[in-house]
C-alpha cells in the first residue's frame, strides 16, 4: 500500500491510497489540474484513480469533485446521507449523480479491486462527517479528521491500524490568544469543530498498540498551530506511552504541499 496526501487542511484536502492493481482519492478539496500535474510528478495519471471516497460536505473537502466526476467519471462512495447532501450542493450537484454509490454500512464495502472500505460517523459541524478504515490485505489504513471529539469507534478502529491519519488541528493557546473571533474559537474548540493538539495526544494513547506502523497528523490551521508544535505533542504522546518514537513512521501531512509517496 502506498500514499500521498496532496494537500491537508482549511486550504484543501486531498490524497491517494494505492495499491497493486487501483487507487482511492481520499476528498477532493484541490484543483484537478494541481492533481493532474501532481500525479505526472509521481510517474502516476488519472487512471490510477479508480474511487473517490468523501468525508463530508464542507468546501475543503468536495470544491474540485465536481470537476473530477466529470472528468473522470469514476464512482464516488460515501453515506446515504452525504451523497444526498452532495446532490444538493452547488459544488457537485450537477455532476454527482451517475457517479455516487452509497456504501453500507456496519460491512465491508469492495470499493476497489484492492480495497475494501467501512466508515464511521464523527462528530463534525457537516451535514455528516465519517472516518474510513480501508483494508488492503494485512493492512488497515484509518483516516479521521474534522473530528469535534474522538469517539469510541473512531479509537476502536484506531487501535486495529497499520496506519492512523488523525487531525492535529489547534493548539489551545495559539487559539485562545489569537485574534479569531470569540463565535470562531467557540465553533472550532467546542466539541464539534476540530481536535486539538492535545485532544489529539489523548487519542494517540488511546489508541496506540504494537501494530501501529505509521501515525500522519492531519489537517493543521495555519493560524493556530505549526507543524513543530503538532508534531512534538504526538511525539510526547508516543514517549508518555513508553514506544520508542523512532519506532513509529511519525509524520506531519502538510498544508498545501505535497507528501512524498509513502510506502505503509
Ligand atoms: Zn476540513
Ligand atoms: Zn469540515
Redesign the pocket.
Known sequence: MRFVSFSSG?CGNCSLLLGLHSGIMIDAGVSIRRIKKELESLHLGYADISAILV??D?G??IRSLGSFCKRLAVPVWTTQVLNDALLRHPFTRDWIGPCKQNLTPGVWNPVTEDFDVQYFVVP???TQ?VGYAIRSGEELFVLM??MGHTTPEALQWASLATTVVVESNYDMDMLLGGDYPQELKNRISHGIG?LSNDACAEAIAAFLHPGLKNLFLCHLSGNNNTPELAYASARAALMAAGVDPGTINLRVLKRGIASPLLVL
Open positions: 482549511s468525508t463530508h464542507h475543503d473537502h463534525h459541524d457537516a462527517c479528521t474534522d476540530h
